[in-house]
T-cell receptor, first 111, second 116 residues
Framework: GQQLNQSPQSMFIQEGEDVSMNCTSS?????WLWYKQEPGEGPVLLIA?????ELTSNGRLTAQFGITRKDSFLNISASIPSDVGIYFC???????????FGKGITLSVRP | DTGVSQDPRHKITKRGQNVTFRCDPI?????LYWYRQTLGQGPEFLTY????????KSRLLSDRFSAERPKGSFSTLEIQRTEQGDSAMYLC??????????????FGPGTRLTVL
């Protein structure tokens, strides 16, 4: 079945640093989404991408839809302590169809 | 609050008991999804509804699981004869529907199920 690969499993950065995460797949996806999840809560949508090559920003977050449609990247600039959480990539192959998620990357930010 | 809501937030039950969870989607969202998330994993798709019609079910949804959305608004997910392997976070999400052409799914806070 389809799988999204996220690595490493954990990242540790210093407050103020930038961090990049990527997500890869062996299959083509039509939509890429990035979510953040905090303990005991549901995932919160950060950015949605709909076209190959698309670059979208949401505050300090920037995400890109890879040209091959098999990958996506999320960048967080000038990290702050509240950026701590698990970041998931997700993709879908059709309009309003089920999401396939990666395993997530746990981000820790040292003050 | 106009987001997706789920009830209860936590449920502890004994093996063999039946449990039912409720999800209220964002108002006027036509599509409603159920996912299951275990520790250290991303959410996995279980099933989804377009209004009251259940359009797709995952192989993860065994015969002990049943989901309904009788009036096309809230949905319920029932697990019969619970097993310890059913322990997970059950997440609900909604989107406006196919007429809007987007795939942005908005999630509720989840129901954490623990089967003893």
């Amino acid at each position: 079945g389809q799988q999204l690969n996220q690595s490493p499993q954990s990242m540790f950065i210093q407050e103020g640093e930038d961090v990049s995460m990527n997500c890869t797949s062996s299959s083509i996806f039509n939509t890429w989404l990035w979510y953040k999840q905090e303990p005991g809560e549901g995932p919160v949508l950060l950015i949605a991408l709909y076209k190959a090559g698309e670059l979208t920003s949401n505050g300090r977050l920037t995400a890109q839809f890879g040209i091959t449609r098999k990958d996506s990247f999320l960048n967080i600039s000038a990290s702050i302590p509240s950026d701590v959480g698990i970041y998931f990539c997700a993709g879908t192959t059709g309009a309003n169809s089920k999401l396939t998620f990666g395993k997530g990357i746990t981000l820790s930010v040292r003050p | 609050d106009t987001g997706v809501s789920q009830d209860p937030r936590h449920k502890i039950t004994k093996r063999g008991q039946n449990v039912t969870f409720r999800c209220d989607p964002i108002s006027e969202h036509n599509r409603l999804y159920w996912y299951r998330q275990t520790l250290g994993q991303g959410p996995e798709f279980l099933t989804y509804f377009q209004n009251e019609a259940q359009l797709e079910k995952s192989r993860l949804l065994s015969d002990r699981f049943s989901a309904e959305r009788p009036k096309g608004s809230f949905s319920t997910l029932e697990i019969q004869r619970t097993e310890q392997g059913d322990s997970a976070m059950y997440l609900c999400a909604s989107t406006p529907g196919p007429l809007y052409g987007d795939n942005e799914q908005f999630f509720g806070p989840g129901t954490r199920l623990t089967v003893l």
